[in-house]
T-cell receptor, first 114, second 109 residues
């Protein structure tokens, strides 16, 4: 069965360190997204991609970067982790044009920055 | 600015019916989604409305009124497994999803 997987599922790091969260999907979807979810807030879009070599900034992109070198993967990098980036991160993918399709989410990565 | 409003928390009884409301103010409208999210898990798709009216899917139904900027999710014959957060999201004129903070639904026996 097709799926979308994230790793690591849990990570604790220190302020200032670089962190990369992996996202891999086997749906063959063109569209991939990274969100963060914090208590009291809706899902907030960090970065997204509509295809290989395409990346775009979302609502809360400062301090984050992504790259899309193939269809399956969209890794999220925190260049210098800050305590404000402690959150649960969800990767998602969809088919169709832009955001019009149903989103399939990974299980989430819980990041704690000390 | 763009805004999605949903109640923070609701409580209902097993076997009953509950309606979760969502009101939105967005720059344009290209559809409204409902997702279910159990604690500690990923959101999963429930429904998509782009035209006014009621869409029924088993025990769950979703209603949309574009003129009122309003939607609701209706859950019938509530089961304990329906305890979860329900997320409303609107696709705006730029085809970007705007998410509400979610409604935590607690089901009591």
């Amino acid at each position: 069965d097709a799926e979308i997987t994230q790793s690591p599922r849990h990570k604790i790091t220190e302020t200032g360190r670089q962190v990369t969260l992996a996202c891999h999907q086997t749906w063959n979807h063109n569209n991939m997204f990274w969100y963060r979810q914090d208590l009291g807030h809706g899902l907030r879009l960090i970065h997204y991609s509509y295809g290989v070599q395409d990346t775009n900034k979302g609502e809360v992109s400062d301090g984050y970067s992504v790259s899309r070198s193939n269809t399956e993967d969209l890794p999220l990098t925190l260049e210098s982790a800050a305590s404000s980036q402690t959150s649960v991160y969800f990767c998602a993918s969809s088919e169709g044009t832009g955001d019009t399709g149903e989103l399939f989410f990974g299980e989430g990565s819980r990041l704690t920055v000390l | 600015g763009q805004n999605i409003d949903q109640p923070t928390e609701m409580t209902a009884t097993e076997g009953a019916i509950v309606q979760i409301n969502c009101t939105y103010q967005t720059s344009g409208f290209n559809g409204l989604f409902w997702y279910q999210q159990h604690a500690g898990e990923a959101p999963t798709f429930l429904s998509y409305n782009v035209l006014d009216g009621l869409e029924e899917k088993g025990r769950f139904s979703s209603f949309l009124s574009r003129s009122k900027g309003y939607s609701y999710l209706l859950l019938k014959e509530l089961q304990m497994k329906d305890s979860a957060s329900y997320l409303c999201a609107v696709l705006d004129s730029n085809y970007q999803l705007i998410w509400g903070a979610g409604t935590k639904l607690i089901i009591k026996p």
